[in-house]
């Protein structure tokens, strides 16, 4: 707010907002920092040497191995509307905020007509439940920590960019790939609400579509940890189509770049 003084909407009211959200972020970094060491814990030591159900849900994973977290709140990790702060930070008058598409027909991609790849299969409806998955297998090779996933990411929606043959890579340019990633997101999104989309559910919903989105992007920027065989086979995919269209593989240390590119 202090640089958009001449803004209307940079008001004192707006400033509260933002001590509040600084606030909030500085307890909760804090919070997620005690969460982590006692996750890592939780799969090193005691999940992978004794066979333990383990709960459908993150929050329930949360409280079941943190017990010494007994002052932390779980529950804004995975429902507070950060939105709002973010919204009055931005200090923008109502007005002067525009919405603009690239693309206006963005959701009219077909699956069936504007894929280049050979084989469509494309994705399969969500199953009623299935309970959060923990591979001792998987593990992110720098640190060696395990990985545990949700079963909105055991069943992600990744399209037929994991169906492309060997020759369909060289049709993949620019452009095509962000089709196929908006197929497979259009998709994804028909798929989640299609389960969770009832009155009783749709918050949880909406909050599964944004977290698939936030898993697209860490799978196109190299970043993604769950090693099943959809996301293997896709990772190999994309590091032909990189290394074809950009001269380099996949990976975070070419995130900007890349990105700026694919916009292009």
């Known amino acids: 707010c202090s640089v958009n003084r001449k803004k209307s909407d940079c008001s004192t009211g707006c400033n509260n907002e933002c001590y509040t959200y600084r606030s909030l972020i500085n307890r909760q970094r804090y919070e997620v920092s005690i969460l982590g060491k006692k996750y890592i814990k939780v799969v090193r030591y005691t999940i992978f040497r004794r066979k333990i159900v383990q709960p459908d849900n ?10 010494e977290c007994k002052d932390i709140d779980f529950k804004p990790f995975f429902e507070f509307e950060y939105g709002k702060y973010e919204e009055k930070c931005m200090c923008q008058s109502y007005i002067d905020l525009k919405i603009q598409f690239k693309n206006n027909d963005i959701c009219s991609f077909n699956a069936q007509t504007d894929t280049v790849s050979s084989d469509k299969r494309f994705c399969l409806e969500k199953k009623e439940f ?12 720098v640190h060696h920590k395990g ?41 994804e999104g028909k798929l989640l609400w299609k389960k969770h989309g009832t ?32 996301s293997i086979k896709v990772q190999n995919n994309l590091n032909l189509i990189f290394e074809r269209n950009f001269g380099y593989k996949v990976g975070r240390n070419k995130l900007f770049k890349t990105i700026k590119e694919l916009k292009n």
């Open 130 to 141: 299935k309970p959060w998955k923990c591979d001792k297998n998987s593990f992110e090779t």
């Open 199 to 230: 009155i009783l559910d749709n918050q949880n919903a909406c909050k599964y579509i944004n977290d698939s989105y936030v898993d697209y992007k860490d799978i196109v920027i190299g970043n993604d940890l769950w090693n099943d065989n959809n």
């Open 147 to 187: 990985v545990c996933v949700s079963p909105r990411r055991q069943g992600f929606c990744l399209g037929n960019l994991n169906y492309l043959l060997n020759d369909d890579i060289y049709n993949v340019h620019n452009s095509q790939l962000l089709i196929e990633i908006i197929m497979a997101s259009k998709q």
């Open 58 to 67: 993150a929050l329930d994973f949360l409280k079941l191995n943190c017990s």
